[in-house]
């Protein structure tokens, strides 16, 4: 028998508009200007460190589907009532997680380097090494399904090396190489870094994959046009 033909995803378009966001709320997006600002945006990507109450707000003045990981510094809130909110209301936690979104194949990877004693969204390397390998059956699932692995990795945490700090809070994780270099999405959207001048880099392209720091906000137009066929 000859190997399996994969489907043709006809799901997929070929320009997505999303709204990325990280680590701090913006005035300008907390604000009556937001739909000024992301105007026609397909879904929110949450990539960390955001209060819930900012991201409730988005999705109500946008009416779009949240995905979104949890940051390091992510705690539960309390609202009126005593009412304890541990997750942005009515979002999608693609934390070790592999989905199937508007076309779209998309997995998360929650939190930072371990530096502190605290369990909540901190990881060795080793601990997020394990997180990584046992994505692998749903990735090489979607590879003979679709012809593809991923098209978006949403993380907090940036790969090692790649837009990450000298501190240990701050380290990239190096598995994220693992799945850049063996199933490599076309995009990789991070938070985490805060970004502080024009010079910093925000933007790295490693192999296929467009490496972005999304800190504190972007409009991105994503594009999945199918590369040219080689003569």
Known sequence: MGAAVP?????????????????????????PHLRRIAPNVDFIVGCGDLPYYYLEYIVSILDRPLL?????????????????????????????RVIRHDGLLIAGLE?????????????????????????????????????RALDILVTHAPPFGIHDGPDIPHIGFRAFHFLLRRFPPRYLLHGHQHVYTQTETTRTRLGITEIINVYPFRVLDLDFTPPPARP
């Open 111 to 147: 939190g930072s380097h371990r530096y502190n004693r605290n369990p909540r969204y901190q990881y060795t390397q080793r601990e997020m090494w394990l997180l990584v390998l046992s994505l692998v059956p749903r990735l090489v699932h979607n590879r003979l399904l679709y012809g």
């Open 7 to 31: 489907l043709l995803d006809t799901h997929r378009r070929h320009h997505y508009r999303v709204l990325a966001l990280s680590d701090q709320v913006e005035p300008r997006i907390y604000g």
């Open 68 to 96: 979104y990981v949890h940051g390091n510094h992510d705690r539960p809130e309390e609202r009126s009532g005593g009412v304890i909110v541990a997750e942005p209301p009515g979002g999608i936690n693609l934390h070790h």
